[in-house]
């Protein structure tokens, strides 16, 4: 894997990666933009930070091809966020980032606690053709889309005030996506969210996705190889929920073989097309990488996961007011007749 640094103004840095090594041709791209006013209050009821950002208020939203900053720069032409004129994959600091390396000082007459909204919120282009899908992508690109997951996170932690990056999408108008060009995002924080630490303790101490992946109920898998499996958990969440997982325990792809990394890219490419033949439309749905928070690192298990937010050919998940008073979860679906559909769908 190649990777070619660009410094943006105002601090931003694009970086662009590649199977092969390859020469780029530099063109001017879009002006960063200030930030201001980021930051976190500690809501003391709920012991949780919320993040404030007013500037996300103006992003860019569902622009058309002619006007989608993921796109390549063009000379003499339209400017992007990305200004080369073409690339294979590209990260780079969102211009509308809830959070920064220098965050404001901000000062508010408020006995509430505030923190600086330290870290960083990077835009992951998965390919620079704007009308490509997921899962028509190549298995080595996948590939390297996995590999660069990896390197993110590594490099981010590499810096001791970030304790918890999180590389994610969000795919579907349906739940808010404000552009079309496939992409995804990856967060670094300072802050490591409560659930994240529990969900990390549990790994530690229990081992919890090592044994669920070895003691899986069949009627649960849904694919794998010698290397990786796709499969319902048995206490999904959301409807057709399905986890990848390599069998190996690794904090991350950094820890696998090449032909690990390309099971677990088959399997990502198959389990978006399931998701999307299950009712003849595309899934909306958020798609999470999970690595370590700091501390518990080498007693972690790397999984993705993709939370699907479509239970029935009409019918959307939404979370509701059990859901979102309580963060209690209530499926119309069982997992086990959920990982039946899934697997016998014909995919090609
Ligand atoms: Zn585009």
């Known amino acids: 894997m190649f990777i070619k640094t660009i410094e943006r103004d105002k601090g931003r840095k694009l970086y662009l990666y590649s199977s092969q090594k390859r020469e780029y041709n530099e063109i001017e791209g879009l002006p960063s933009i200030d930030q201001n006013n980021q930051h976190l209050r500690w809501n003391s009821l709920r012991n949780e930070w919320v993040f ?5 208020q103006k992003r860019t939203f569902l622009p058309n091809v002619s006007n989608c900053p993921l796109c390549p720069s063009q000379k003499d032409g339209m ?3 990305i200004p080369v004129s073409d690339y294979e994959i590209a990260v780079f600091d969102n211009r509308f980032s809830a959070l920064s390396f220098n965050p404001p000082n901000i000062k508010f007459e408020t006995k509430t606690e505030i923190s600086s909204a330290y870290g960083s919120c990077e835009v992951i282009s998965y390919s620079q053709d704007h009308n490509t899908k ?14 660069v997951w990896s390197d993110r996170f590594t490099k981010l932690m590499q810096n001791p005030n970030i304790n918890y990056v999180i590389p994610f999408e969000n795919k579907g108008k349906e739940i808010g996506v404000t552009l079309e060009h496939p992409h995804g995002q ?4 300072k802050i490591i969210p409560e659930i994240i630490k529990t969900q990390a303790k549990n790994q530690k101490i229990q081992n919890s996705v090592s044994n669920l992946i070895n003691s899986l109920d069949n009627k649960l898998e849904i694919e794998k ?17 399905v986890w990848i997982a390599p069998f190996k325990r690794v904090d991350c792809a950094n820890q696998l073989a090449d032909k690990e990394i390309i099971s677990i890219a088959k399997l ?4 978006v097309k399931r998701l999307d033949h299950l009712f003849g439309k595309p899934m909306p749905y958020t798609m999470a990488v999970h690595f370590p928070p700091r501390g518990y690192e080498n007693n972690f298990h790397h999984y993705i ?16 007011g059990i859901e979102q008073i ?5 499926s119309d679906i069982l997992p086990e007749d959920a990982a039946f559909k899934l697997k016998s769908l014909e995919i090609d």
């Open 52 to 56: 404030y950002s007013p500037v996300r």
């Open 79 to 81: 400017k992007t966020d």
């Open 134 to 147: 997921f899962q028509s992508l190549t298995i080595e690109h996948v590939s390297l889309l996995i590999k």
């Open 186 to 189: 990856i967060y670094s924080m």
């Open 225 to 241: 190889d010698e290397n990786a499996i796709s499969f319902v958990p048995p206490f999904a969440r959301y409807p057709y929920e």
């Open 268 to 271: 990502l490419i198959s389990s």
């Open 305 to 320: 996961s993709f939370q699907p937010m479509r239970r029935d050919t009409n019918k959307l998940k939404f979370l509701a």
């Open 326 to 330: 309580t963060g209690l979860m209530l």
